[in-house]
């Protein structure tokens, strides 16, 4: 009685929920929340980012999200970006907050940037993996994913997948699956590490710097006064949800393998110096 009660309510729930695709403007998506005016968001579909030597800038999401397939356009700093980064990525609040992580490294002209990734779970990360790109990131904008549900994290880049972070709760690793998420970016200097370990620093002669984002798009269970509602349209009325259970086809994960064996630059699964007495345990499910 009880489960057949909780899955009209169920069915309920997602049916009332039941939203295509949102193609949205930024200023009804997101809030501008430091950098004193260096933040921007012009004619509501192009937001930018600047950095100069006396503040960076950042926005985050008004909704908070718990699972999600999330697309947005980013043209990162060019010309000398050195020891500037742009974050982008999900984070939940408290200690024991999880977080998905892309941060854009920057480098002198010509060089490459660094993209680095990692997930945290219950407030541990210590899980980077790091890409050269197959293209001048700075030169056009390109589409930046992240597809989080509750079976896995993998983000990609203009679809082609770079990473997976397989739900390895079975193993006993935590997996974001409780705390609703924002979406957050920010251009910050960080020339203490960024570039080259931090020997290259920013050049505050080129300020200021300046990241734009585009083509915010995105479906999701957005999370509200203790509730979830989820887009894509229920399965029960004929729609399609699938994000929520979407997996990596065959294609997906041969693009995966071509962009982690030419472009990774960076595994802490295989990085047996930092981990002497062995890898942590979800890297057995790479
Ligand atoms: C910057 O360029 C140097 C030289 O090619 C390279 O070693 C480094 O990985 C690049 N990226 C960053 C963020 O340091």
Redesign the pocket.
């Known amino acids: 009685m009880a489960s057949y009660i909780s899955r009209i309510l169920f069915v309920a729930l997602i049916s009332l929920a039941a939203t295509s695709l949102v193609f949205a403007d930024f200023n009804n998506e997101f809030d501008i929340t430091w950098g004193d005016g260096r933040g921007k968001v012009i004619n509501g579909d192009l937001l930018t980012l600047s950095l100069d030597k006396a503040s960076g800038s950042g926005f985050e999401s008004r909704n908070e999200y718990l699972f999600g397939k999330i697309d947005m356009q980013l043209k990162l700093v060019p010309g000398n970006s050195?020891g500037t980064v742009t974050a982008y990525y999900l984070s939940s609040k408290g200690s024991n907050w999880d977080e998905i992580d892309f941060e854009f490294?920057?480098?002198?002209s010509g060089?490459?940037?660094?993209l680095h990734t990692n997930v945290f779970s219950q407030g541990k990360g210590n899980r980077e993996q790091q890409f050269?790109l197959w293209f001048d990131p700075t030169a056009d904008f390109h589409t930046y994913s992240i597809l989080w549900n509750p079976q896995r994290i993998v983000f990609s880049v203009d679809g082609t997948p770079i990473r997976e972070f397989k739900n390895a709760e079975s193993i006993g690793v935590p997996f974001p699956k409780a705390q609703p998420m924002r979406i957050h970016s920010s251009l910050w200097n960080a020339d203490d590490w960024?570039?080259?370990?931090g020997l290259?620093k920013t050049d505050w002669s080129q300020a200021p710097f300046t990241a734009s984002y585009r083509n915010f798009k995105l479906d999701a269970c957005v999370v509200a006064s203790g509730k979830s509602s989820c887009s894509g349209t229920a399965a029960s009325s004929g729609g399609n949800q699938s994000w929520l259970s979407e997996e990596l086809d065959i294609t997906k994960q041969e693009r995966l393998r071509w962009a982690q064996k030419n472009y990774m630059?960076y595994n802490y699964c295989s990085d047996s110096k930092r981990f002497p007495q062995g890898f942590p345990p979800e890297c057995q499910m790479a």
């Open positions: 050195a490294l920057g480098n002198l060089d490459p940037y660094i050269y960024a570039t080259r370990g290259v630059i």
